[in-house]
């Protein structure tokens, strides 16, 4: 039989089960730049190429990466870049 009380032994596993939180890059929270990443890669010009593929203009695209998500587009556009990057269409228009 275990001669350590109770309640401290709940102490200890509840000490055991606190996670640090996870510290984010923002870089990586931003679906739109994730996307653009994915389909263009990371090279100089990566907008250009992924408004070209897209078939939307540049400013349209810096609008969605400033604000993050895809709220203000298109049906057909999130659609295409659903398909180019596989990332659920929730996720592109929630942010």
Same mark, same amino acid.
């Given at each position: ?30 679906? *739109?730049?994730? @996307?653009? +990443?994915? %389909?263009?890669? =990371? &090279? !100089?010009?990566? *907008?250009?190429? @992924?408004? +070209?593929? %897209?078939?939307? =203009? &540049? !400013? ?36």
């Amino acid at each position: 039989m275990n001669s350590t009380p109770v309640e401290k032994t709940r102490k200890l596993t509840a000490t055991l089960h606190k996670r640090k939180p996870l510290e984010q890059n923002p870089e990586l929270t931003n679906i *739109v730049k994730v @996307a653009i +990443r994915i %389909i263009a890669g =990371s &090279e !100089p010009g990566e *907008v250009v190429r @992924a408004a +070209r593929f %897209i078939g939307v =203009s &540049e !400013p349209t695209l810096y609008r969605w990466r400033r604000a993050g998500n895809m709220l203000d587009a298109r049906g057909a556009e999130v659609l295409r870049v659903h398909e180019l990057t596989a990332l659920p269409v929730e996720l592109l228009l929630r942010g």
